[in-house]
């Protein structure tokens, strides 16, 4: 193929060659005022010949090049977003006045993050997503609004009443020492039930009661989703 393509080239280069020669006698006929005629049929013979000499050259056409494919597109990826905020497997409790551990009222302002909620659904949530420990004042959870989700009960039974969900706003921590529930190693960690964070529903806010509703069950295991607080309906008060 290669030799074929080179004769070929040698070929044409020979015939370009001689059209040249005939072209510059037909000039010279022309400039000497002799056989006008017959320097005029040459010429007429010629032009043919003389537009494919003339005729540029693709580079696919030329002996010297080869046929080369464009590179491909650059493409770019990037992450995908979500339209809501952070989402975490949640386990849920409760606390307040009246449960079966003595607590007192949850709804006061001796809370950690310093205010209470009236009305509006309040909560403590886990350590590591309250980010301080006791006694270190306001974590950057602090009046924070989470839409929680319940799905099922602490054994992995479906809820008689799943899918409820209610927007809470954080106001008290619930510390890693002396509660497994809420002692996650980070956010990546997990409780017995398999939760990153552990919401406690303050009771006397009347968060417990409208999640966990007529369901019988005290702890539960859905989901928790950052949103923004025009989604909670309440007032915060110092």
């Not at 006698?25 to 000497?32: K, N, P, Q, T």
């Not at 010429?43 to 080869?66: A, E, G, T």
């Not at 099922?152 to 809820?159: F, K, Q, R, V």
């Not at 008689?160 to 619930?174: D, P």
Request: charged share 10%; glycine share 10%; proline share 6%.
């Amino acid at each position: 193929m290669l030799i074929l393509t080179r004769w070929r080239y040698q070929l044409d280069w020979w015939h370009d060659l001689h059209l040249r020669l005939d072209l510059r006698r037909a000039e010279s006929l022309l400039l000497s005022n002799v056989c006008k005629r017959q320097a005029l049929h040459l010429q007429l013979r010629l032009q043919p010949r003389l537009r494919r000499l003339v005729q540029p050259v693709s580079p696919s056409q030329s002996p010297s090049s080869s046929p080369t494919s464009a590179p491909p597109p650059a493409t770019s990826t990037s992450p995908a977003t979500s339209s809501g905020g952070l989402t975490y497997k949640a386990s849920f409790t409760h606390y307040g006045a009246g449960d079966s551990f003595g607590s007192p009222n949850c709804n006061t302002n001796t809370a950690a993050c310093f205010f209470y909620t009236y009305p509006g659904f309040s909560a403590a949530v886990s350590q590591n997503l309250y980010g301080a420990g006791p006694g270190q004042g306001q974590g950057p959870a602090c009046g924070t609004c989470w839409k929680l989700v319940g799905e099922t009960d602490s054994s992995g039974n479906a809820l008689s009443n799943a899918g409820t969900s209610i927007v809470v706003m954080i106001n008290n921590l619930c510390p890693a020492d002396g509660n497994p529930l809420c002692a996650q190693n980070g956010l990546s960690g997990t409780n017995q039930y398999g939760a990153n964070v552990n919401f406690d529903l303050c009771s006397d806010s009347g968060a417990s009661e409208a999640f966990f509703g007529n369901s019988g069950v005290g702890l539960a295991v859905g989901t928790a989703t950052q949103v923004d607080c025009s989604e909670w309906t309440g007032t915060i008060v110092h």
